[in-house]
């Protein structure tokens, strides 16, 4: 199942796919939860009822006219981000391999949602683009087992880790540098865990710029597998449904290219990971 977060027919909405149709969940489901947090933590009782509610959809409830994507982010949720989590990727910047995973955090004001501009601020022009997989929680825990973990995932999206690089180099610390304003595309939809491979391994991941492919990598090889990062992550704190883990991004930074190449105004990132979908941006300068 394929689920939206938008904004149409001037409100926000729960999307969700059947066939090539989007329908709206408030008006398919009345008793399901109206946002995207809430219904992530309605758990996979209110998933099972809107899939089933999916197959006999009325032609009423479709979505139709223009439509905004909002970020898959869950109101009072949190993001935790992997750094150096691709071996080539550590190599470029200058890393060693990493033996535990390299966490950092990520909040909602950084996010834009798909088709919406990613924004070079004024203090900086090394904005930078990371194409990642994201994975999205879907019940509480700490202290997951591993070999149980994938047992905690709702679903994946995309993620665009845009990083201002400069800011980021200037301390040990790299949040500053991960987190202005609107630098943070995430979407455009959850793609359940049921409809992709466990762990969402062994999935062609790329970025394209203006077309020409940057990164081109596979999920299989990140250094950390989606298990491994769940099962770390909640011996420090308890995971919650909404919860998202952003998984690294492979080589083919802008940073380290010869010469470095920042984002300018009128590019267009597109982040694609196969069986997923597209997350696609342009990139606009701070009014």
Request: charged share 25%; proline share 6%; glycine share 8%.
């Amino acid at each position: 199942m394929r689920i939206r977060w938008i904004e149409a027919a001037g409100r926000r909405m729960l999307a969700a796919k059947d066939g090539d149709d989007w329908y709206d969940v408030a008006a398919l489901a009345p008793r399901q939860p109206r946002t995207l947090g809430a219904w992530l933590r309605a758990g996979a009782e209110a998933r099972e009822e809107l899939a089933a509610l999916l197959t006999t959809a009325p032609v009423s409830t479709r979505v139709t006219g223009d439509v905004r994507f909002l970020p898959l982010f869950s109101e009072g949720a949190k993001m935790m981000c992997l750094g150096l989590n691709y071996v080539d990727h550590a190599a470029e910047a200058a890393y060693e391999k990493p033996e535990h995973p390299v966490v950092f955090s990520r909040v909602a004001s950084s996010f834009v949602g798909h088709g919406e501009p990613i924004v070079i601020p004024r203090c900086s022009t090394r904005l930078d683009y990371e194409a990642e997989l994201a994975v999205v929680i879907g019940r509480t825990g700490r202290y997951v087992p591993k070999e149980r973990a994938l047992e905690w995932v709702a679903g994946y999206t995309l993620f665009n880790d845009g990083s201002i690089r400069d800011y980021q180099k200037r301390t040990h610390q790299w949040t500053l540098g991960k987190n202005f304003d609107r630098t943070g595309p995430l979407g455009p939809e959850l793609v359940t865990a049921d409809e992709l491979p466990p762990g969402a391994t062994d999935l062609r991941i790329r970025m394209l710029v203006n077309g020409e492919v940057r990164q081109n990598a596979s999920t299989r090889d990140m250094i950390f597998d989606v298990a491994t990062t769940i099962a770390a992550l909640s011996e420090a704190m308890t995971l919650e449904p909404g919860d998202i883990i952003a998984m690294g991004t492979p080589s083919g930074v802008g940073a380290a290219r010869t010469p470095p190449t920042f984002l300018v105004a009128g590019d267009v990132c597109e982040v694609e990971i196969e069986r997923i979908g597209t997350l696609r941006n342009v990139v606009a300068n701070e009014s």
